[in-house]
């Protein structure tokens, strides 16, 4: 049988349009009109430029109308504004006039003008048709420590090729880090996180507690731009991974802390499985709803328990909701378990490990929507210590041991994308990466740290001082 086929041409045909001729000034029309309008974009959508070009025509008319003496006067209350705006409203200063005048002087000063030479020195130019073309630097926006610098990429780049070069990146700005993020909406485009000076060397003081408490966005740490870190509790599972001292009761206390008000009200329970004897966790005993922390069959109970509370929920709320609601009749369960590999990979007996293993599987599978939520603890991230590591929707990595460790937690290409647990040093406990099912990018994080003086006071919290007066008798004010 003979192969069909067709006869084709070595080199393409050429095809050749005839020429327009157009005039010289329609030319010089058009582009002067494109120009125009492009200035005109740029104006509208920029504060910056509103302001100075009002600012310009308010002094031209106001000199013209009366003089210099009045264009003086004005200028003088506008920095007599301008200082008791950062006087009295620090917080609206910061945001309105200095980092508005840091981003502008930054991306001319800075990154516009080494753009066209590190697009280059990093590989990322094309040249087609004797022509280079490079990404287009778009905008950027600072922080005290962050510099978020917004670009379109090249036709065919992916982020995977901006997250290979960021170590080249960094040296290039002089930046001591560098996250390559997407931009939800557009795919075309990236920003590029550069950390200019990391506020994550301080240690990060305990958040106050509110009186009603947000299970979808529990304050307790810091990222690295500054702004809170608030940790989704309801309807998620948080696993929490780190070497010895990287933190991870940080992490944990800093959880119970923010839930101590709904644990009073009873909104939610916390069971805390200890298998290390009950060390890490007997500060906070009287908080807990139940506390295992003797022989590995109790920790089987305490799982098979929260199993059994699951599924009745699951029969009362099937066709009601597919979300829990806490209430003080159903609280949230949070099922605190300090190192999960003592009862996953560590146990002798065959019969116990298989009871844990199947108790976990299920919780882990099932037990979000109906309110029961599992936060652990561990050192090793291994699929054979933990096999069950891949349902945690919520995955925390501390400092780590080895690079291969960090694709484990936190998926393949993590540490591309800038989660270099590795590289975190033993000075900064309570440092990690956040890494949350359906984004792409990890978040750097320092846990607030959680002292015993802070413990006891959260365990056994003061009454409120009020003001005594005239008459009230101090036994009754005392009780």
């Known amino acids: 049988m003979y192969a069909m086929g067709r006869k084709v041409e070595e080199s393409p045909i050429r095809v050749r349009w005839d020429a327009v001729r157009i005039s010289v000034w329609a030319l010089i029309l058009g582009w002067l009109f494109r120009t125009v309008v492009k200035l005109l974009i740029v104006i509208v959508r920029s504060p910056m430029a509103v302001c100075v070009l009002s600012l310009t025509a308010i002094t031209w008319l106001v000199h013209r109308g009366f003089g210099l003496a009045p264009v003086l006067m004005g200028y003088g209350f506008l920095l007599l504004g301008i200082g008791l705006l950062r006087w009295r409203r620090p917080d609206l200063f910061e945001r309105f006039v200095y980092l508005m005048a840091r981003s502008r002087w930054r991306r001319f000063a800075l990154y516009r003008y080494r753009w066209p030479a590190s697009m280059d020195t990093a590989g990322l130019n094309k040249i087609r048709g004797g022509v280079q073309y490079h990404p287009t630097l778009k905008s950027v926006k600072s922080t005290r420590s962050v510099d978020r610098v917004r670009l379109r990429m090249l036709p065919g780049q992916t982020v995977e090729d901006w997250a290979k070069v960021s170590d080249r990146l960094c040296q290039t700005f002089g930046a001591q880090d560098c996250r390559v993020r997407t931009v939800q909406g557009r795919p075309h485009e990236l920003e590029l996180w550069f950390l200019t000076s990391d506020p994550l060397v301080v240690t990060v003081e305990p958040h106050p507690v509110a009186d009603e408490v947000n299970l979808d966005g529990l304050p307790i740490g810091r990222c690295e731009d500054g702004s809170v870190y608030r940790l989704k509790l309801r309807g998620n599972h948080v696993l929490c991974v780190g070497a010895t001292g990287a933190g991870k009761g940080s992490v944990l206390w800093s959880i119970i802390d923010q839930l101590a008000p709904a644990v009073r009200k009873g ?136 690079a291969e460790q960090v694709n484990l937690v936190m998926g393949h290409g993590a540490r591309d994308r800038g989660a270099r647990c590795d590289a975190i040093p033993d000075s900064l406990p309570g440092v ?48």
């Open 267 to 402: 909104m939610v329970e916390v069971w805390a499985l200890d298998p290390k004897g009950g060390m890490e966790l007997a500060a906070g005993a009287s908080l807990f709803a139940r506390f295992v922390h003797g022989r590995d069959p109790e920790f089987a109970d305490a799982l098979e328990a929260a199993v059994d509370l699951m599924q009745r929920r699951q029969q009362t709320l099937r066709g009601v909701t597919r979300l829990h609601e806490p209430s003080t009749d159903e609280p949230l369960v949070v099922l605190l378990v300090d190192e999960l590999a003592a009862l996953t990979g560590y146990v002798g007996d065959r019969e116990t490990k298989r009871r844990i293993a199947n108790a976990l599987g299920l919780l882990l599978s099932q037990g979000r929507a109906v309110g029961v939520v599992v936060v652990a603890a561990v050192q090793d991230p291994r699929k054979d210590t933990i096999p069950a590591r891949d349902l945690f929707p919520c995955r925390i990595a501390l400092r780590l041991t080895e």
């Open 432 to 479: 990690g990466y956040v890494q949350v099912d359906g984004v792409a990018e990890p978040v750097r994080v320092r846990f607030a740290h959680i002292t015993d003086t802070h413990i006891s006071d959260m365990v056994n919290p003061r009454p409120p001082l009020r003001l005594v007066e005239d008459g009230d008798d101090p036994e009754a004010v005392a009780a």
